[in-house]
């Protein structure tokens, strides 16, 4: 059984940090995409970050450009998520996910992966 378990979220002052992990076990994580995603009330789910399997290329949504990294410890099975100067809207619930194709474009649609946490909450302050 597939679990993917994410921890670290939290209330924060604007240009604060966070620092997300996400844990997962029942697959064999090093093969597969890892993504987070990030969906406020009202709101569709949206692309954040994704990785490859080997942690060699990053993908960012133009939105956490330069203030989010990505990253991944395929030896520990988990994925994180590095995010600083912290906006109000960055607010949302953040969600790990995995999928099992090659990285590349389609990595930033959620509709492409098959595995997903159960969200932890960020919100950040003005």
């Known amino acids: 059984q597939v679990q993917l378990v994410e921890s670290g979220g939290g209330l924060v002052q604007a240009g604060g940090s966070l620092r997300l992990s996400c844990a997962a076990s029942?697959?064999?994580?090093?093969?597969?995409?890892m993504g987070w995603f990030r969906q406020a009330p009202g709101k569709e789910r949206e692309f954040v970050a994704a990785?490859?399997?080997?942690?060699?290329?990053?993908s960012l949504a133009d939105t956490v450009k330069g203030r989010f990294t990505i990253s991944r410890d395929n030896a520990k099975n988990t994925v994180h998520l590095q995010m600083n100067s912290l906006k109000p809207e960055d607010t949302a619930v953040y969600y790990c996910?995995?999928?099992?194709?090659?990285?590349?474009?389609?990595?930033?649609?959620?509709?492409?992966?098959?595995?997903w946490g159960q969200g932890t909450q960020v919100s950040v302050s003005s």
């Open positions: 990785i490859k399997w080997s942690g060699t290329s990053t």
């Open positions: 029942g697959l064999t994580f090093s093969i597969y995409t």
């Open positions: 996910a995995a999928h099992r194709e090659s990285f590349g474009t389609t990595s930033v649609n959620p509709t492409r992966y098959g595995y």
